[in-house]
T-cell receptor
Framework: EDQVTQSPEALRLQEGESSSLNCSYT??????LFWYRQDPGKGPEFLFT???AGEEKEKERLKATLTKKESFLHITAPKPEDSATYLC??????????FGAGTTVTVRA | GAVVSQHPSWVICKSGTSVKIECRSL??????MFWYRQFPKQSLMLMAT?????????EQGVEKDKFLINHASLTLSTLTVTSAHPEDSSFYIC?????????????FGAGTRLSVL
């Protein structure tokens, strides 16, 4: 069964303390891996899409990487405004997205 | 670019009434739109896939007669929750997939909080 697992469930960081979030997946016919940011009571905001192992994408303090079995979202020197839930999703076969449960990041000033 | 508007953002209704939620792609054409449901502190669960001009495809366990989906144009899809009951209270989110490059990216609306009394 196709599955997306994110870890940790929650991450508390001090401002400036870099860390990484993990997204592991077991899916055949991967058509893309996606990272979204979701603030409370809002819809997910698109961050990155990765299509092949070895690919990397960067945006401000965020960097996403992809291997054949997992993806990492690295947060470098986070700020309080980076606090959010980060969702990982994979696209397979008919372009649907299968989401992980998310990692809730809290950055303290 | 790639803005998806969802309306209303919050709705309260009485049990037994119907509620319609609109999802619009504002600056791109979307042949495919998706409807999700999200419970507190849980991830998004796909309810149905909506294709312009054709019937929606529902995920297993989703009642198509309760959740009516219409995708009448390339920029508008609607979800109607019929005869709503308290157990239908949830956060409903739509997304739209832009045609062409970049492929497969879904852009999400801000969500609709439904409370059924």
């Amino acid at each position: 069964e196709d599955q997306v697992t994110q870890s940790p469930e929650a991450l508390r960081l001090q401002e400036g303390e870099s860390s990484s979030l993990n997204c592991s997946y077991t899916v055949s016919g991967l058509r893309g891996l996606f990272w979204y940011r979701q603030d409370p009571g809002k819809g997910p905001e698109f961050l990155f899409t990765l299509y092949s192992a070895g690919e990397e994408k960067e945006k401000e303090r965020l960097k996403a990487t992809l291997t054949k079995k997992e993806s990492f979202l690295h947060i470098t020197a986070p700020k309080p405004e980076d606090s959010a839930t980060y969702l990982c999703a994979v696209s397979y076969n008919d372009y649907k997205l299968s989401f992980g449960a998310g990692t809730t990041v809290t950055v303290r000033a | 670019g790639a803005v998806v508007s969802q309306h209303p953002s919050w709705v309260i209704c009485k049990s037994g009434t119907s509620v319609k939620i609109e999802c619009r792609s504002l600056d791109f054409q979307a042949t495919t739109m998706f409807w999700y449901r999200q419970f507190p502190k849980q991830s998004l669960m796909l309810m149905a896939t909506s294709n312009e001009g054709s019937k929606a495809t529902y995920e297993q366990g989703v009642e198509k007669d309760k959740f009516l989906i219409n995708h009448a144009s390339l920029t508008l899809s609607t979800l109607t929750v019929t005869s709503a009951h308290p157990e239908d209270s949830s956060f409903y989110i739509c997304s739209a997939k832009a045609t062409g490059y970049p492929k497969n990216i879904q852009y999400f609306g801000a969500g609709t909080r439904l409370s059924v009394l």
